[in-house]
């Protein structure tokens, strides 16, 4: 499904996260540009998240509530999204505390992923199957400020 244009936004940048979500499972082939090594993968994680996805999740969250009641599918995903979105501010938190780095780096990699494709393959379709017009444009306009 073409995604609709007040959604382009937020799907261009979950690219980026998807990269970082590869580049930080253990079995990740070498990016050019981008950290090889655990430390500096965890560097790049958290400059990421400070830079990139703290506002990201913030976008998210401010058209969510628009969607919210449209159907039940939509509002188990906002929750679980959600649910997400704070356990993801967590686990990037904690990155500097981990005795396991590999592997802590590991498995948020594996439900950054996750979580993309969940957005990506069956929240946005949703949205768009299920919004008016009119709720379309008003999160255009709120991606866009």
Same mark, same amino acid.
């Given at each position: ?9 937020? +799907?261009? /940048?979950?690219?980026?996260?998807? @990269? ?16 090889? /090594? @655990? ?7 958290? =400059? ?12 998210? =969250?401010? #058209? ?7 159907? +039940?599918?939509? &509002?188990?995903? #906002?929750? =679980? ?8 501010? @967590? %686990?990037? !938190? +904690?990155? *500097?505390?981990? &005795? !396991?780095?590999? &592997? ?8 950054? $992923?996750?979580?993309?494709?969940? =957005? /990506? ?7 768009? $199957? *299920?919004? %008016? /017009?009119?709720?379309? *444009? ?8």
């Amino acid at each position: 499904m073409k995604r609709h244009p007040a959604l382009i936004p937020v +799907s261009r /940048e979950h690219h980026d996260s998807l @990269i970082l979500a590869r580049l930080l499972q253990k079995d990740a082939p070498p990016y050019k540009g981008l950290p090889v /090594e @655990i430390d500096g993968k965890a560097a790049y994680a958290l =400059e990421f998240y400070k830079n990139k996805l703290i506002a990201h999740f913030i976008a998210e =969250e401010k #058209i969510l509530p628009l969607v919210k009641g449209l159907n +039940s599918e939509i &509002d188990v995903l #906002i929750t =679980e999204i959600l649910e997400e979105h704070d356990r993801f501010h @967590i %686990s990037f !938190n +904690s990155i *500097n505390t981990q &005795d !396991n780095l590999a &592997d802590h780096l590991d498995k948020l990699g594996k439900d950054l $992923e996750l979580h993309v494709r969940k =957005e /990506e393959r069956q929240l946005f379709p949703l949205i768009q $199957e *299920n919004c %008016s /017009e009119q709720v379309l *444009n008003t999160i255009e306009m709120i991606l866009s400020d």
